[in-house]
């Protein structure tokens, strides 16, 4: 099945910087990549996602990009706030008949220092 | 309100007990899963039903037993439960070549 790899585990940025997280897939079928954002206690929620036939998308301070070739796919956050604190996870998935199906990155941890 | 919802939310059990987690969609989306939460926050996809179809079966011992009696339902039943089976549990779902929508998670903790 996929493999889906993300890196950091943790980061921790100064509030206003930006924060990077870098996944990494292995199966070339992959054609759907969200981002989740999880909370304390919480649900996984999605933030973004990007499809194989687009090489990056913006969401106001939230973009990925995606780099079908090498396999790996990135979420950039600009001007961070304490509000982004939270586990992020990166998922890829491939769309089958019987519907879609999504391996999930190991999640990173960001903390924004007020 | 339009979500995915699960119950009980938490569940406190001793080992060898058998238990359910039931779970509900009114999203209109034919594919349903059960996702694994570990300590550690790793989503470890147990079991995915495409319209009532089991698709995906991840290598979940046989203690796990997933029952879908429509594709707005999908139950996950456990025996015997285990000491390593504490976690939390997300049923979501989602529709072809769309994000999944989790629900609220059902937290296990067995003693």
């Known amino acids: 099945g996929e493999n889906v790899e993300q890196h950091p585990s943790t980061l921790s940025v100064q509030e206003g910087d930006s924060a990077v997280i870098k996944c990494t897939y292995s199966d070339s079928a992959s054609n759907y990549f969200p981002w989740y954002k999880q909370e304390l206690g919480k649900r996984p929620q999605l933030i973004i996602d990007i499809r194989s036939n687009v090489g990056e998308k913006k969401d106001q301070r939230i973009a990925v990009t995606l780099n079908k070739t090498a396999k790996h796919f990135s979420l950039h956050i600009t001007e961070t706030q304490p509000e982004d604190s939270a586990v992020y996870f990166c998922?890829?998935?491939?769309?089958?008949?019987?519907?879609?199906?999504?391996?999930f990155g190991t999640g990173t941890s960001l903390t924004v220092i007020p | 309100d339009t979500a995915v919802s699960q119950t009980p939310k938490y569940l406190v059990t001793q080992m060898g007990n058998d238990k359910s987690i039931k779970c509900e969609q009114n999203?209109?989306?034919?594919?349903m899963y059960w996702y694994k939460q570990d300590s550690k926050k790793f989503l470890k996809i147990m079991f995915s039903y495409n319209n009532k179809e089991l698709i995906i079966n991840e290598t979940v011992p046989n203690r796990f037993s997933p029952k879908s009696p429509d594709k707005a339902h999908l139950n996950l039943h456990i025996n015997s439960l285990e000491l390593g089976d504490s976690a939390v549990y997300f049923c979501a779902s989602s529709q072809r070549g769309s994000p999944l929508h989790f629900g609220n998670g059902t937290r296990l903790t067995v003693t």
């Open positions: 998922a890829a998935s491939i769309t089958r008949n019987t519907g879609n199906q999504f391996y």
């Open positions: 999203l209109g989306h034919d594919t």
